[in-house]
């Protein structure tokens, strides 16, 4: 989660950026522009955000993968259908065309000839051996290493194929190993880092040198960063000749930008802008499922939490389709599973459970839960009070919550709501981090869903922080034992019925309510052709995008 400021340098960007073009020009398909604040072949963009760098090995922000998606360097990318297609490699490994071998310990990458770096200097495999160097180097500040760790050995046979030896089989290899879904990290260029001891304060955070469709032409701190096409990028050249990300850290302005012609996209909209961005003339709001799911989870270590029968009562009183058009303004699927809609992994089978106060009364009835005088139900001395963490500034948030309020209290259940900086909610363990310690009876937020499917690291056994992200501490051995197995396994048809079955076990176990799974929210100039975001790396078509 990032924590959000306004910049005073703003005002500028906004004179900087302002130009028009007459609207009848005709665009590169030959239809004429309905906007006269279209701009021919650039795309001006902003998410609400600041960045605070470029390098995705340092920073994890959602603008920032977008940004990496157009200029770094990926082995795969990710098609309309996320499903992983070859970029820099020529083929993607797998156990059917032998690039990963019978046990599953051991991944050959053929790497694509005659590619060039954005500042013309030719690429081979010694940049995917040096950049997974990067990653292993415990003197980098990396975002994370997860699956990196399992990594052995890594051969170069010569300069286009690149061995990695793994200990144990991976199922997420991709897209951890230098793909573009999720928070992930690319293939750095040798030839401008591989001289430092690490990474963390190279000048090349700042502006760097990548292999994608555009390359970055300047980052003016507080205003924008800009993109220009890439002359040297293996596929040719996109129909885009500039993009432009506007860092306009609050959200009422993007929306005033948008209503002043001086943006093309607004990305991720919060629910709250809904309606105002679908009422904008010369725009078009786009929904698209996500690899996000809204969730809320409980602190399985504690008293009241640990009780499944309290959870799944609890859940039973929680109106979903409520929160859903009250809260985000009719945006997000209603499901049941961690997995997100989005994905392949997604057990389509499990049923919606229909908000029902009578049942949820009836299940904390049987399961001994006594109502006390104040209508707080109690059992052996526990009594069903949640201390509720939410970060601070937040409408959205706090609608929600009094709306559960509301519902629980209708079962004998009270919340004293725990307000704090997303800083310190989000922090980390080493900090004190409200989620990662564990100091909360109930939070509520989002979680990104792996392209794979793999749901080990929120709800396994072993990712109890600091092992993991597994906040609730949720432990089934079963599911646990089945997302072990579930890794092991390259086959996605032989992987679907383990993670139907670790699904269904979450579901019944109840350590999280899933309130949704996300979409996303675009609004698009009506003038912008050929976008097409996916659900795990929105922005990898970028080819024939243009205005």
Not at 132 to 157: C, F, H, M, Q, Y
Not at 506 to 522: E, G, H, M, N, T
Request: hydrophobic share 40%.
């Amino acid at each position: 989660m990032i924590a959000r400021s306004v910049s005073a340098a703003l005002a500028l960007g906004f004179v900087l950026w302002g130009c028009t073009k007459v609207g009848t020009e005709p665009s590169s398909s030959g239809q004429a522009r309905q906007n006269s604040f279209t701009q021919a072949h650039v795309l001006r963009w902003s998410d609400a955000e600041d960045i605070a760098g470029l390098n995705p090995h340092l920073v994890q922000q959602s603008n920032v993968f977008k940004l990496a998606s157009l200029t770094m360097a990926w082995l795969a990318r990710y098609d309309a259908n996320n499903q992983p297609v070859p970029e820099l490699a020529t083929e993607i490994p797998s156990q059917q065309n032998g690039l990963i071998s019978p046990d599953g310990k051991t991944i050959t990458w053929h790497i694509r000839k005659g590619v060039k770096w954005s500042d013309g200097v030719s690429f081979d495999a010694d940049d995917v051996v040096f950049s997974t160097s990067v990653v292993l180097n415990k003197a980098n500040n990396e975002v994370g290493r997860d699956g990196w760790d399992l990594i052995t050995k890594v051969d170069e046979p010569n300069k286009y194929t690149v061995v990695y030896h793994l200990s144990k089989p991976y199922a997420s290899f991709l897209p951890t190993f230098f793909g573009t879904a999720g928070a992930n990290p690319c293939i750095l260029p040798k030839h401008i880092l591989g001289s430092l001891p690490n990474i963390n304060s190279a000048p090349y955070n700042a502006l760097p040198v990548g292999i994608g469709p555009f390359r970055y032409k300047a980052w003016n701190r507080g205003d924008a960063v800009i993109l220009e096409r890439n002359p040297y990028y293996w596929r040719g050249q996109p129909k885009l000749e500039r993009i432009v990300f506007k860092i306009i850290p609050d959200r009422n302005t993007v929306l005033t930008q948008l209503q002043a012609g001086n943006l093309d996209m607004w990305t991720d909209v919060g629910f709250g802008y809904v309606e105002r961005v679908r009422a904008l003339s010369g725009y078009t709001t786009l929904l698209r499922p996500s690899t996000f799911y809204d969730h809320i989870d409980f602190q399985t270590a504690h008293a009241a939490g640990a009780d499944p029968v309290v959870r799944n009562a609890l859940r039973l009183a929680t109106d979903r389709p409520t929160l859903r058009e009250k809260v985000s303004h009719g945006v997000g699927i209603l499901s049941e599973s961690v997995v997100p809609v989005a994905l392949p992994a997604y057990d389509k089978s499990i049923a919606l459970i229909p908000f029902n106060i009578a049942k949820a009364n009836a299940m904390l009835d049987a399961a001994g839960w006594r109502r006390g005088p104040d209508g707080i139900r109690a059992k052996n001395g526990v009594r069903l009070v949640f201390d509720f963490a939410t970060a601070t500034g937040s409408a959205d948030t706090d609608t929600r919550i009094e709306l559960i309020r509301g519902w629980w209290s209708k079962v004998g259940a009270a919340l004293n709501v725990r307000r704090y900086l997303t800083s310190v909610l989000f922090g980390p363990l080493s900090q004190g981090g409200i989620i990662y310690s564990g100091k909360f009876d109930i939070v509520v937020f989002a979680w990104g869903g792996d392209s794979a499917g793999d749901v080990s690291q929120q709800y396994g056994c072993n990712y109890i922080p600091p092992l993991g992200q597994n906040v609730s501490r949720y432990c089934n051995g079963r599911a646990s034992d089945l997302m072990e197995r579930f890794k092991l396994l390259y086959d996605p048809a032989a992987r679907k019925p383990i993670i139907d079955a670790i699904q269904q076990q979450i579901v019944k176990d109840a350590p999280s309510i899933v309130l949704d799974s996300r979409q996303d929210i675009y609004t698009v100039n009506s003038d912008v052709k050929g976008f097409s975001p996916n659900a795990v790396s929105a922005f990898d078509d970028f080819m024939n995008v243009d205005t």
